[in-house]
């Protein structure tokens, strides 16, 4: 069980990174940008939820921030769900 918490922690934690390039590109690249476009295909689909709850304050969009936050949660609780398993 440790093996697949860590598989997963793992996950989580490439996932996070690609929602920190996704923040960052959205910045500096051009939105039809093959490379932007295919990190937002990925992690659009996690940020509408939480923009349909949350909307951008004074043009700043705080929903990676929530994701990310979201996503350390569930994996620190799957983590030590799976590991006292073990």
Do not use: K
């Amino acid at each position: 069980m440790i093996l697949v918490a860590v598989i997963i922690h793992r996950v989580i934690q490439v996932f996070i990174l690609v929602v920190v390039a996704q923040a960052i590109l959205s910045f500096f690249m051009d939105p039809f940008h093959p490379i932007r476009r295919t990190i937002d295909r990925i992690v659009d689909p996690f940020l509408a939820p939480i923009r349909r709850f949350l909307p951008p304050i004074a043009n700043l969009d705080f929903s990676p921030i929530v994701l990310i936050i979201l996503l350390q949660l569930i994996d620190s609780i799957i983590f030590r769900l799976l590991s006292s398993l073990a």
